[in-house]
């Protein structure tokens, strides 16, 4: 392959993840050429270690408002036009088998390698090339795309971003996708890490340091959203579902709000069991995990008997467990983070084909766009869709 001959193909993908794969598959099968290129030497690394291996490939309740976006309405179009049945329809023909977790999130029984293989079998199918550890040198737009490789130079008719977001570096993720935004005056949303860990200052967290590695169902609320999940308590912060989920709401500085006894009306089973001479740590234990309890009966009240507690000291105590406010002092980073929050700016981009309306032939896929799903197969879910709708189209 030499600078003078560049290698002509109708579509170009870059990025081989989860929403490029699918875009070369659809787009191939419908006959056109298409070449997918990626930095990696590594096919979808985050197939590979997502759901600890197991690959929570969709959710059963998909619906727009999973979707986190400045523009909620955009993901729709997309949605309706591959829905998780259409990807579980493609699972049994290749007789994988998958299950259902908790809240409509399915697994693979055999691990995330059958999808990944999946994928790169239909592209073959398809006659989709492949150029791996390809990294991109430069883009211009004339006639075509014209795009110069480590590994040669490309002419297509159209181009497409599907290289993810900023989580997780150690796999690979880098700010390709918003450079070529940029070089082509496509507005962009905030970044932010997204389904990440919350991190609280030392001296703040240094009374419940201790109680790393307890966990227990909780609400936690962020404005009108809220998460009812497990949480887990760690030396830095907060992690768990529910933490992941309310983290991609979060703003900075300002509080969380955290029901760790969603079931129990403590006011009531105070005021039932005032004359408890039980210490009030022991009878907390009733309720919540041992450690949690005893640390939040002392740091939180006296832990004395309850009968020596007056009713309005039991009152405020019921108030702040049903309602513990926390400020975290941020996330742990993109390094832990499952998603990158903002992106392309979606109101540039058509929602039926992902095709930028100022730029024709230029496509934005998965999660490079300003589309954020919630933990729980929702973002695998946007890749497959987003990545449907450019290849029917590109």
């Not at 609320?221 to 009812?228: A, T």
């Not at 983290?247 to 039932?272: R, T």
């Not at 230029?362 to 695998?380: A, C, P």
Request: with cysteine.
């Amino acid at each position: 392959m030499s600078a003078k001959s560049p290698v002509a193909t109708d579509v170009l993908i870059i990025g081989a993840g989860a929403a490029g794969m699918m875009c070369a598959l659809t787009a191939a099968q419908r006959g056109r050429s298409v070449v997918l290129i990626d930095h990696w030497n590594k096919l979808a690394e985050k197939i590979r270690i997502s759901g600890g291996g197991r690959c929570n490939f969709t959710n059963l309740n998909v619906k727009p408002d999973n979707y986190l976006s400045n523009n909620p309405h955009f993901c729709r179009s997309a949605l309706a036009r591959y829905t998780p049945q259409h990807f579980i329809a493609l699972l049994e023909k290749h007789g994988i088998t998958y299950h259902e977790k908790t809240l409509g999130q399915l697994f693979c029984d055999d691990g995330s390698e059958a999808i990944i293989a999946m994928l790169k079998a239909e592209c073959d199918a398809a006659w989709v090339r492949w150029s791996m550890q390809c990294s991109v040198e430069h883009i211009s737009h004339e006639d075509g795309f014209s795009v110069r490789t480590s590994r040669g130079d490309y002419q297509a008719a159209s181009l497409v971003v599907a290289t993810g977001g900023l989580s997780i570096p150690k796999i690979g993720a880098t700010p390709f996708g918003y450079k070529v935004a940029e070089q082509f005056n496509i507005p962009m949303t905030k970044l932010k890490p997204g389904l990440v860990p919350l991190n609280f200052h030392p001296e703040e967290w240094s009374a419940y340091a201790d109680l790393s590695g307890v966990s227990l169902e909780a609400v936690v609320s962020f404005g009108k959203q809220s998460f009812r999940e497990n949480l887990l308590f760690t030396h830095r912060g907060l992690s768990g579902p529910a933490i992941l989920q309310i983290s991609s709401y979060w703003e900075h500085g300002q509080p969380l709000i955290i029901d760790l006894l969603p079931d129990h009306d403590l006011h009531a089973i105070f005021i039932e069991q005032h004359a408890s001479k039980m210490l009030l740590g022991n009878f907390l234990t009733q309720y919540l995990p041992k450690r949690l309890a005893e640390i939040f009966a002392t740091n939180w009240s006296d832990n004395i008997p309850v009968n020596q507690h007056s009713p309005k000291q039991l009152a405020a105590l019921a108030d702040k467990i049903r309602g513990w406010q926390v400020t975290p002092t941020g996330t742990v980073g993109y390094s832990k983070a499952e998603v990158t929050c903002g992106g392309v700016d979606t109101r540039a981009l058509s929602s039926k084909t992902m095709q930028c309306n100022e730029v024709a032939g230029l496509y934005f896929i998965g999660e490079v766009v300003d589309v954020t799903g919630q933990l729980g197969g929702y973002n695998f879910q946007w890749a497959w869709a987003s990545g449907h709708a450019a290849g029917l189209a590109a």
